[in-house]
């Protein structure tokens, strides 16, 4: 069984910042990607950062300068450090992970999502 625990959402004023964090644990042969997905009411779930195996990371066009991913390899975590935060960053942040439970098969893994809320 693997698990993805999220922490550090909450409410920020315009131009601040916030850091979430994501924890892997479980049954884990061996981690693709991590990233952090983003889903605002009436929208569909976008990507906002990845980051591979080999360290390449992807951004969203719009978090690209503001936001930066970063991962513990030892620790299974992927952090997301997000700055100059706008009310369009307003959603629901849900941690996504691709990787191997066994040696068999790899797939998709989602936490369970952290608000985040910009607003004056």
């Known amino acids: 069984q693997v698990q993805l625990v999220e922490s550090g959402g909450g409410s920020v004023q315009p131009g601040g910042s916030l850091r979430l964090s994501c924890a892997a644990s479980g049954s884990i042969f061996r981690i693709n990607a991590m990233g952090w997905y983003r889903q605002a009411p009436g929208k569909e779930r976008e990507l906002v950062a990845r980051i591979v195996s080999g360290g390449s990371t992807n951004y969203a066009d719009s978090v690209k300068e503001r936001f930066t991913i970063s991962r513990d390899y030892a620790k299974n975590t992927v952090d997301l450090q997000m700055n100059s935060l706008k009310p369009e960053d307003t959603a629901v942040y849900y941690c996504?992970?691709?990787?191997?439970?066994?040696?068999?098969?790899?797939?998709?893994?989602w936490g369970q999502g952290t608000q985040v809320t910009v607003s004056s």
């Open positions: 996504n992970s691709n990787l191997w439970p066994n040696h068999r098969e790899s797939r998709d893994y």
